[in-house]
């Protein structure tokens, strides 16, 4: 499977600010996800990031407070913007395995927001 | 859209014990089944999944079977060790670069 990283592993922000997570492949895929984990809950979707398209926003998540890029088909960005207590959380990409069902997750980045 | 439900929420089993965790699905297009075991502090890996062309598959200690008529599948993890000791995420999708959607979670506990 795809070696994954994200940048940064974690980070305490204040709240009003924005942070961009980064999430790097070793190779090239067609999509990648954006997950949201909050406290000791279970994953949530985001959106998709497809390269050179709009990423697709799941319900309850919107693209002025989770803007995503996809510049090349190895690395993608979300931001949290305009942060609040509530957007602590882990913060995960996946990208598909080589049949397309698979999903494989990235480390992972444990936000705080005070 | 899909829903799953996963049971229970939290297990405690003795070392050798076995342990079974049950998701249902509620999305009759959903053909891959996969289960993540996640460690503190750690990603979800991707332990095994099943395919709706097949009842039941094992690898080693852990097996999963799926009844696509009833809308379940389980995980059953046989001569539990304490390194089992993770929480466990079922999933259901259609496959093929599709929306996967995750149950709640299963705390596992194996007492030494």
């Known amino acids: 499977s795809a070696v994954i990283s994200q940048k940064p592993s974690r980070d305490i922000c204040q709240r009003g600010t924005s942070l961009t997570i980064q999430c790097q492949v070793d190779s090239q895929v067609t999509m990648m996800f954006w997950y949201r984990q909050q406290p000791g809950q279970s994953l949530t979707l985001i959106a998709t990031?497809?390269?050179?398209?709009?990423?697709?926003?799941e319900s309850g998540f919107v693209i002025d407070k989770f803007p995503i890029s996809r510049p090349n088909l190895t690395f993608s960005t979300l931001t949290v913007s305009n942060m609040s207590p509530e957007d602590s959380s882990i913060y995960l990409c996946s990208v598909p395995g080589t049949s397309g069902d698979e999903q494989f997750f990235g480390p992972g980045t444990r936000l705080t927001v005070l | 859209g899909e829903n799953v439900e996963q049971h229970p929420s939290t297990l405690s089993v003795q070392e050798g014990d076995s342990a079974v965790i049950k998701c249902t699905y509620s999305?009759?297009?959903?053909?891959?089944f996969p289960w993540y075991k996640q460690e503190l502090g750690k990603r979800p890996q991707l332990i095994i999944d099943i395919r709706s062309n097949v009842g039941e598959k094992k690898d080693q200690r852990i097996a999963v079977t799926l009844n696509k008529t009833a809308k379940h599948f389980s995980l059953h993890i046989t001569e539990t060790q304490p390194e089992d000791s993770a929480v466990y995420f079922c999933a259901a999708s259609p496959g093929g670069y599709q929306k996967v959607t995750f149950g709640t979670g299963t705390k596992l506990q194996v007492i030494p």
């Open positions: 990031a497809n390269q050179g398209s709009e990423a697709t926003y």
């Open positions: 999305d009759s297009a959903s053909n891959y």
